[in-house]
């Protein structure tokens, strides 16, 4: 099919609405060869913006466009079309932080870094504006091989430094095939000794046209998270698993930070949050950012039936020591139910295999009624799931797939974050296009 693609809007403008999501693009230089970055294997057709190190002007000049966010001014973390490298790159990156420091006293900033360029003082200097770090480690045995790092010894004993001194994360992307599982355990081992609160562990994502791509079937994610369940109990930090293989809203914590504020106030993992500030929440992201925004917030949990209430003794914007899975917006769930009239139509919903099943325990939650589906990547191909990657053409694909049961639906939803703030997907096709070639009115959500 052939499907008109619109011209992509000013770089002005793509900064604009990152920052107002909370993203500050620095740069898209990186100093590392990852094995498993896609960048270099993206289809012919995929969008995606390369930047040269920001002036500290020009960030100086936009600062103000980050307060429209909430939560964590984030930087490095790969969230936009925008393509981002390694922060530290950026000639003027310590006086960028002072800058944000200044103007938001009180907002958490977040580096994502491969820590090859930490120094004695710049840890200093992230330490005094109490700047957290996301160390994108990966590997402690294979370092010039996946990573392409040429002195991993430094950077290890870059990431050692931090400990005690700023509070980090730690991340890997676990490729067994290549390093087999001992040496993630390895890595979750060191990051956890020199000082990470906690660890984020992801899957691969290779889409077809990726070298490693051949590998993608041999990946089993229930061994995964049973790696990441085991690294969680031995360690005793948590150890996250992306995707994590949720199937409900139930603000359930998966963990409690030892001397938090959360951990003082009774809470344990396994209690379900029922209500925040004597107001009900439907999903783990609404309890947690609720949590998370105001100042000793009053909490109600379930704990094995029982209900129970206390008060976090928190700062606003202070972490709470609570650790849960992200799942849904219940601001644009809302949004979605106004919109989409689900109690009126039939609505469908395209989405990713991974998003179905939470979306239809969202809709149970709801008492409403509406048919989800899921839709594979053509586009990427490999083992490519998220809805934010999916695009116009996979959609139509599964609709005519569907169309031909026999089914009808009155009104399409789309997953939102598979669009830019242009309505544009990955290849600069609009969401209109679907409108036009179904014939079905579409809502984002």
Known sequence: MTLQRIPPPSMEAMLYHAQMEGVLPLTSQCNMGCIFCSNAYNPETCEVFSIPPRPLSDIEATILWLTGSRGPIVIGESITRINEGEPLTHPEFAAILELLREHYPDR???????????????????SDLDVELMVSLNTVGHRERIMGDKEPEKTLRNVEALGGKVRFEGSIVA???????????????????????????????????????????????????????????????????????????????????????ARRAGLRPGDVITHVLRRPVMTRKEAFERIRDHAKPQVVYNREGGIYETVINKHRFQPSGLVMYDDLDTEAWFEWE??????????????????????????????????????P??????????????????????????????????VVTLPKRAFDPWGRDLEGISYRSFEQISGKPVVLA
């Open 338 to 375: 106004l919109k989409s009239r689900v109690k009126r139509r039939r609505v469908l919903v395209l989405t990713s295999e991974l998003a179905k099943p939470i979306i239809e325990h969202a809709l149970e939650v709801r008492n409403l009624e509406a048919r989800v589906e899921a839709v």
């Open 108 to 126: 958490i900033i977040r580096v994502t870094t491969n820590a090859s360029l930490l120094t004695h003082d710049l840890i200093k200097r992230l």
């Open 175 to 261: 490729l067994p095939f290549l390093t087999g599982w001992e040496d993630v355990r390895d890595t979750a081992k060191f990051l956890k000794d020199s000082g990470a609160w906690s660890i984020r562990m992801m899957a691969p994502g290779f889409s077809r046209y990726h070298p490693l791509s051949k590998y993608a079937a041999e990946f089993k994610l229930d061994e995964a998270r049973e790696v990441a369940r085991d690294l969680q109990k031995t360690l005793k930090i948590p150890v996250l698993f992306e995707p994590p293989g949720i199937t409900t809203i139930t603000p359930e914590v998966e963990y409690v930070l030892p001397r938090s504020p």
């Open 377 to 410: 990547s053509l586009f990427f191909g490999g083992n490519i799931g998220a809805a934010g990657l999916l695009t116009v053409r996979d959609f139509l694909a599964k609709y005519e797939q569907i169309g031909g049961s026999g089914y009808e639906p009155d």
